[in-house]
């Protein structure tokens, strides 16, 4: 089998269900694989995005790692089977890149990386976490997993108001555990947000707050000091994703669990983080987004080092909350993943329909990552098609 054509194109995605709402011009990359294999009269073609929260790669993938797919022989990519085998077409992307300088290469990697893993297991005729799991050595025995909603991002007008609604919209639709942002606005004011979410859950242990990174290290400290009493499940991306000292200052301070993670992007960096941040093992998260760290090789190493250092599995909780990390959830035995379920549409959530039972989520079972299942972010996929 050989990649005959690699596709991309970048669109606009909103944090909001509302998409008038000023996302800040937020954007993501969208790739097609394309192969000389037919089945049903249709070339077999992976697809992937750029994950969600950062901005689009066009330039990187165009430039830089489809033409190394593209020019790379087909026995350098594909296994003994002669499907694409993902790890070798992964080495074949970073050939030639030195250690360091993660920026955001990262994410085009990881953005071929997924449409890699969608094709080897559409080739395979697999769930991918169903081939994931094989090539891995990591029997699958469930079809379920547990799954928390994201959103409770700041509305421009009746915030609270709206914020309720949401979260209402959240626990009907099944969801159990609830994530909002804060740090944007007076500390005073996130607080009164908090409570307000708080007065629709049974208590503390199922909201989690992320405050994206925005605190500097004084405000951290007072912010752990005014969050202890509520107990809540997590507090999340508190400072500089770099700032190991004040991640060690709040821990030490800070009862309840803190996560950490997402806007770090590569084993070395995941490595410092558990030595130097003062992470407590087997007690705080991590939320490490699959795509955003090179994709399911860098990942693995990731999940082993933590293996390694006395870390269980069940600590990752993937960012995302799409398809993609819910596989990859589900084949690795991760503690669970998040779920955007009407923020960053087409790409946020799970199969159209699909429903949420007591937290938990039932993956599709068709071929591939499931995209088939989500026919407005086929739509997407399809242009690159034409």
């Given at each position: 089998?050989?990649?005959?054509?690699?596709?991309?194109?970048?669109?606009?995605?909103?944090?909001?269900?509302?998409?008038?709402?000023?996302s800040?011009?937020?954007?993501?990359?969208?790739?097609?694989?394309?192969?000389?294999?037919?089945r049903?009269?249709?070339?077999?073609?992976?697809?992937?995005?750029?994950?969600?929260?950062?901005?689009?790669?066009?330039?990187?993938?165009?430039?830089?790692?489809?033409?190394?797919?593209?020019?790379?022989?087909?026995?350098?990519?594909?296994?003994?089977?002669?499907?694409?085998?993902?790890?070798?077409?992964?080495?074949?992307?970073?050939?030639?890149?030195?250690?360091?300088?993660?920026?955001?290469?990262?994410?085009?990697v990881?953005?071929?990386d997924?449409?890699?893993w969608?094709?080897?297991?559409?080739?395979?005729?697999?769930?991918?976490?169903?081939?994931?799991?094989?090539?891995?050595?990591?029997?699958?025995?469930?079809?379920?997993?547990?799954?928390?909603?994201?959103?409770?991002?700041?509305?421009?007008?009746?915030?609270?108001?709206?914020?309720?609604?949401?979260?209402?919209?959240?626990l009907?639709?099944?969801h159990?555990?609830i994530?909002m942002?804060?740090g944007?606005v007076?500390?005073?004011?996130?607080?009164?947000?908090?409570?307000?979410?708080?007065?629709?859950?049974?208590?503390?242990?199922?909201?989690?707050?992320?405050?994206?990174?925005?605190?500097?290290?004084?405000?951290a400290?007072?912010a752990?000091q005014?969050?202890?009493?509520?107990?809540?499940?997590?507090?999340?991306?508190i400072?500089?994703?770099?700032?190991?000292?004040?991640?060690?200052?709040?821990?030490?301070?800070?009862?309840?669990?803190?996560?950490?993670?997402?806007?770090?992007?590569?084993?070395?960096?995941?490595?410092?983080?558990?030595?130097?941040?003062?992470?407590?093992?087997?007690?705080?998260i991590?939320?490490?987004?699959?795509?955003?760290?090179?994709?399911?090789?860098?990942?693995?190493?990731?999940?082993?080092?933590?293996?390694?250092?006395?870390?269980?599995?069940?600590?990752?909780?993937?960012h995302?909350?799409?398809?993609?990390?819910?596989?990859?959830a589900?084949?690795?035995?991760?503690?669970?993943?998040?779920?955007?379920?009407?923020?960053?549409q087409?790409?946020?959530?799970?199969?159209d329909?699909?429903?949420?039972?007591?937290?938990?989520?039932?993956?599709?079972?068709?071929?591939?990552?499931?995209?088939?299942t989500?026919?407005?972010?086929?739509?997407?996929?399809?242009?690159?098609l034409?």
């Open positions: 089998m050989r990649l005959v054509d690699i596709r991309q194109a970048t669109v606009p995605i909103s944090r909001y269900a509302d998409a008038s709402i000023s800040g011009n937020l954007d993501t990359t969208i790739v097609a694989i394309i192969t000389d294999a037919y049903a009269g249709e070339p077999i073609v992976g697809f992937g995005f750029s994950s969600i929260g950062r901005y689009g790669q066009s330039g990187l993938i165009r430039d830089r790692f489809a033409p190394r797919l593209l020019a790379a022989p087909a026995e350098d990519l594909c296994a003994a089977d002669g499907n694409i085998d993902p790890f070798r077409a992964w080495q074949c992307m970073m050939l030639g890149e030195k250690p360091g300088g993660h920026g955001e290469r990262c994410v085009a990881g953005t071929l997924m449409a890699l969608d094709l080897a297991a559409k080739v395979a005729e697999e769930p991918l976490y169903q081939f994931l799991g094989k090539v891995i050595g990591i029997e699958q025995t469930s079809q379920q997993v547990p799954v928390y909603a994201g959103g409770g991002y700041y509305f421009p007008d009746d915030d609270i108001g709206r914020l309720t609604t949401e979260v209402r919209q959240f009907d639709q099944g159990t555990h994530k942002k804060i944007a007076p500390l005073e004011d996130d607080l009164k947000r908090i409570e307000a979410i708080l007065d629709l859950l049974p208590d503390g242990s199922h909201l989690a707050v992320d405050a994206m990174n925005r605190y500097s290290p004084e405000m400290i007072r752990a005014a969050l202890q009493p509520y107990k809540l499940w997590w507090f999340e991306d400072c500089d994703p770099l700032d190991f000292t004040t991640h060690e200052r709040v821990a030490a301070e800070y009862s309840p669990p803190i996560a950490a993670g997402e806007a770090l992007f590569s084993a070395a960096d995941a490595t410092n983080l558990i030595r130097y941040a003062g992470l407590r093992r087997n007690h705080d991590f939320v490490f987004d699959p795509v955003h760290c090179y994709g399911v090789p860098e990942y693995l190493q990731i999940a082993e080092m933590l293996e390694d250092n006395g870390w269980s599995r069940q600590s990752c909780w993937p995302g909350g799409h398809l993609f990390s819910l596989h990859l589900a084949a690795l035995k991760l503690g669970g993943n998040e779920c955007n379920p009407h923020n960053f087409p790409f946020g959530g799970f199969a329909g699909a429903e949420i039972s007591e937290g938990f989520a039932t993956l599709p079972d068709v071929p591939g990552v499931g995209f088939a989500r026919p407005q972010l086929m739509n997407l996929f399809s242009a690159l034409t």
